[in-house]
């Protein structure tokens, strides 16, 4: 992995990534992000979670036209992106609008206790292409993804504002992505956020119980009944759990547990690629058209202790419940926190194991 | 409050209830459930929580063309209804669908735990004009309606399968409701679900530690504050919470806790119905348009142990953040539990605030 890195004209990071070597001479980029961006968290006492605020982002100065692309590379002062020209792979930059940033101060005074909200908005664009898609990159342009999100997770994990770092994509209109130039995003948490919290906390107990990884037994039990799987490679696996909450939820993985991106073996990683490209291509495959999901990486927090218990994965929620159909969530997921289900994940893995892809 | 109990043809409930007498001769709607209703549960390892499978829901035999009202009252076999033909405000029944049910048994083996979905799902028809909604009722009737969730909780929390009542309505299509005759619904879960679990929790560490209810305790700052605040009545407040995940959240709750409907004294009940007649106009004034949300009503545990820390309340959450911009749940909110608010409660508590209701 070659990588350069740069600060843009209002103090924001820019950071290359490519297979090949980059050209030291590219310039950063020229879009600037707007003046008083300041985010504050509140404390919602009832759940016992923070919230943050990020009022600034109602009040963009900046209104392209429709058509314009701020990922798509741009030396030209009468029309700024975020990208600046060159020959590289993927480009990672601190958000504009971010939700958390290291800049945040003097939080406002409320009835509930508040704090600057510290941390990190990173946007990760996928590749120069505006008409690609994740899954359509080659393997190695995937295997560099999951590189950058390890180096990505490394470097913000020497903030002392920074306790869990998350990567993720939102795709597709369907779950409010207006911009379509393949990007995904990373926040870099400054607590552990309520759900991988909770997951840390049940993955914990029972490694204490009983000696090995939870998600690893359950893998291990997912392989062998082979019922769910959608791909199985020497070093890593995807499949619709057993426990799915949406109809077409994917869980990807390395088989063995590991802690973070930044841990995995060589030949870990390339299968990993391998499971993520197959079940995109699945995705797209199963009804023709682009599939809008969002995506999200599970690594360990960031706390200084070891976590022999955590599992690197992805999950996938996928908002179809039928070609046409949406799931939407409503009074009993959002409000109880039940999920309801109408599908059995085992009817679903039918659908996707049927869809055949070439790598 | 008058009621008529009475059992459908395929054995589920259908209760009446009206401000006035009801006529004992009504006969039982005859719309019938579908066989082989048999939803199931299945433990998410690491979240640590129940999914609940209602797969027989995709293989409804029922189509009825799309301006078929199954809640529209009718006497007639050639056009069978849910609602019988009668003099009644609000009818409660069995969901035909239902992801619980007192019914379900022999769930699947798993390579996780299942159980039988017990529990039960009821539709809540809030009136029998298809064209009106809760907000436009008037006020005794809605206060009917707050007797009618308070008599249903206690009929539900005599079954030993019922640890916890949750009335909620779903409303607009932008939350997924194609059937617009106004209704809700309510969920009887057979153990206490994540959320109320965890506000429980916070709420009776509170309680423990200062003496008082939680939400009673913030409900006095609000209302001393008056900044959030859309109603203010002898006995009942509604308002913008200072921890709002969602730009136009509103919380409606008596001033005192009190931790069900059902103990709930008339003159507060009766307030209870004004506020919340107050913000259902105010969010139907707001944009002069009907306003979706999703809106649930919390209540205490039904696990047989006193809760002086349980503080009934609804909380309404609302998927616009401006009149023309969906508040879409991604990254952040569904994958890491933190929700990301663009606008300022106080700001949004100005907008409100200044829609004039006639109650």
Redesign the interface.
């Known amino acids: 992995m070659y990588s350069l890195e740069m600060e843009k004209a209002d103090g924001r990071r820019l950071s290359l990534y490519s297979r090949r070597p980059i050209d030291g001479n590219i310039p950063p980029s020229l879009l600037e992000a707007p003046a008083g961006v300041n985010p504050h968290l509140?404390?919602?006492?009832?759940?016992?979670?923070?919230?943050?605020?990020?009022?600034f982002?109602?009040t963009r100065t900046f209104h392209p036209p429709p058509e314009y692309n701020p990922f798509s590379p741009s030396a030209s002062l009468d029309n700024p992106t975020e990208l600046p020209v060159g020959d590289y792979d993927i480009a990672v930059f601190d958000n504009r609008f971010p939700?958390l940033t290291r800049l945040a101060h003097d939080p406002p005074k409320?009835?509930?206790d508040t704090l600057p909200a510290k941390g990190q908005c990173e946007v990760v664009v996928f590749t120069q292409d505006p008409n690609s898609a994740l899954g359509q990159l080659p393997l190695d342009h995937i295997d560099l993804l999951l590189q950058v999100w390890g180096r990505r997770t490394e470097i913000l994990a020497m903030r002392d504002d920074v306790l869990?770092v998350?990567p993720?994509?939102?795709r597709g209109a369907e779950?409010?992505v207006t911009l379509h130039h393949p990007h995904g995003?990373i926040?870099a948490?400054p607590f552990i956020?309520?759900?991988?919290q909770?997951?840390q906390?049940?993955?914990a107990s029972?490694f204490k119980q009983e000696g090995s990884p939870?998600?690893q037994d359950?893998i291990e039990?997912?392989v062998e009944?082979r019922e769910r799987l959608l791909y199985l490679g020497p070093q890593a696996v995807a499949f619709i759990p057993?426990?799915?909450?949406y109809p077409y939820e994917v869980w990807v993985a390395p088989i063995k547990a590991v802690p973070a991106f930044s841990v995995l073996a060589e030949e870990q990683r390339i299968d990993l690629a391998r499971a993520l490209k197959t079940v995109l291509l699945k995705y797209d495959g199963l009804w023709q058209k682009p599939f809008p999901y969002?995506m999200?990486w599970?690594q360990s927090p960031l706390d200084g202790e070891p976590h022999p218990e955590a599992h690197l994965h992805a999950?996938f929620?996928p908002p179809y419940r039928?070609a046409d159909r949406?799931k939407?969530?409503?009074?009993?997921e959002?409000?109880?926190?039940?999920?309801?289900?109408?599908?059995?994940p085992e009817?679903k893995a039918k659908d996707l194991q049927a869809v055949e892809v070439v790598l």
């Open positions: 509140r404390w919602h006492p009832l759940r016992g979670e923070w919230v943050t605020y990020a009022a982002r109602q939700a409320s009835l509930v869990y998350l993720f994509e939102n779950v409010g995003q926040y948490y956020p309520p759900i991988p909770l997951m906390a049940n993955e029972y939870l998600l359950l039990m997912e009944s057993a426990w799915a909450r969002l999200a599970y999950e929620y039928t949406l939407y969530l409503a009074g009993t959002l409000a109880a926190g039940m999920f309801a289900n109408d599908a059995l009817e």
